[in-house]
Structures are given as C-alpha cells and as structure tokens.
C-alpha cells in the first residue's frame, strides 16, 4: 500500500503535461512546461517498489532542500523529531544534478546505517555547496529503506525557478546504494566542518 505524502506549501507550481502529436513531435512524449513558481515546496509517494520524489523552488539550492524533505517525508510523518545534532561540510561538484543523488545517497545511507534523517536542510552556493543538516535521531521508529536505485533523476531551471523529478527503486537487492556518486577522487564529505549538539532558536 502505497504512502503519499503532503505537498509542504500551500501554493503548488502550476504545471501543465503536453502530450501533443503535432507534426515533428514525438507520439507520446511528455513536455513539462513550468507555468509559474510561486513559492517552493514538494511532494513525495512511497510504494513497495516505487519512491516518486519532486520539488520545486525559485533557486536551485531551494530546490535541492526541497528534494531532501521529500524524501525524509518517506520516512516518518509529520511532526518530525526534533534535531539533536547539526552536520556541516563542503561538497564540490560543478553539476547541481549531481549534488541532488549525492544529497538522496547521503540521506538513505545514514537512515540505514545511524538511524538518523536531516528534519532541517540548508545549502548554499559558494566555492562549492555548503550544507548544513540538522539531524534528529530515528533508530527503531520507522522502517529503513536497504537499498535503493535512481531509475531517472532530473533537475532543470525553468521560467520563474528550479524544478525536480526523482524516481527511485527501492526493489533492488544490493548491499550498496546507487544514487549518483560524488565525482572520481572526491571525498563523499568534503570537510566536516561541526558535528556537535544543533543549535536552535
């Protein structure tokens, strides 16, 4: 049975699915067309086999958090848990598309393995993308995902901002995740920056 989750914003971007078979096109292909964003936001659904991720925002990095929440919404229901613990680092990659599987890996794999989820996100463009996760404990609270694969990832800019499809696998049975992986040499977590007791208020 399939969970879906709630779009976290009361304004959704409005989209509009083409399906045209005008002379050139092709029968059946699906165009996107982003009519206008007016505030960011996200939506996810979780089935057996399937996770559907998308988000939107008027900046990229917006658009990454919003990623990230959706797939933490996968995980447990609202209200989330409160944050004990905040994790900051520079990740370097010239590609956004790529920092978002980078992002997913990050979150599955430390769901799975410390039983934590980031309940707040942040990033940032500087010489690279610095990002904050505020972190809150999940051990024994809701089932892990044990591995999962990216079927398609997409991250575009479009008129009036940021928009992404993710759909996932989780039927895989592998002992690795697959989401993208951070570029040939790069170190998964660039520099720790501070992984102590989080900051709130």
């Known amino acids: 049975m399939g969970r879906s989750a709630l779009v976290h914003s009361p304004v959704v971007a409005e989209y509009r699915q083409d399906r045209s078979?005008?002379?050139?096109?092709?029968?059946?292909?699906?165009?996107?067309?982003?009519?206008?964003?007016?505030?960011?936001?996200?939506?996810?659904?979780?089935?057996?086999?399937?996770?559907?991720l998308e988000a939107w925002a008027p900046t990229?990095?917006?658009?990454?958090?919003?990623?990230?929440?959706?797939?933490?919404?996968?995980?447990?229901?609202?209200?989330?848990?409160?944050?004990?613990?905040?994790?900051?680092?520079?990740?370097?990659?010239?590609?956004p598309e790529d920092l978002l599987g980078y992002l997913l890996d990050w979150v599955v794999y430390h769901r799975r393995v410390f039983g934590r989820i980031p309940v707040t996100t942040s990033i940032e463009r500087s010489n690279g993308w610095d990002i904050r996760f505020e972190t809150a404990d999940l051990s024994g609270?809701?089932?892990?995902?044990?591995?999962?694969y990216v079927r398609t990832i997409g991250l575009q800019s479009a008129r009036g901002g940021w928009h992404c499809d993710v759909s996932l696998d989780r039927?895989?049975?592998?002992?690795?995740?697959?989401c993208t992986p951070a570029p040939e040499g790069i170190p998964r977590i660039q520099h720790v920056i501070s992984s102590a007791p989080a900051q709130l208020g």
């Open 60 to 95: 990229c990095e917006g658009c990454l958090c919003e990623a990230v929440d959706a797939l933490v919404d996968c995980f447990v229901t609202p209200p989330r848990p409160a944050a004990s613990e905040a994790i900051e680092w520079t990740h370097i990659s010239n590609d």
């Open 21 to 52: 078979s005008a002379s050139g096109a092709q029968a059946g292909r699906n165009r996107w067309e982003v009519m206008a964003v007016k505030s960011a936001g996200h939506r996810s659904s979780a089935r057996e086999a399937e996770i559907e």
């Open 141 to 148: 609270s809701e089932d892990a995902l044990e591995s999962v």
């Open 171 to 178: 039927s895989v049975e592998s002992d690795e995740l697959a």
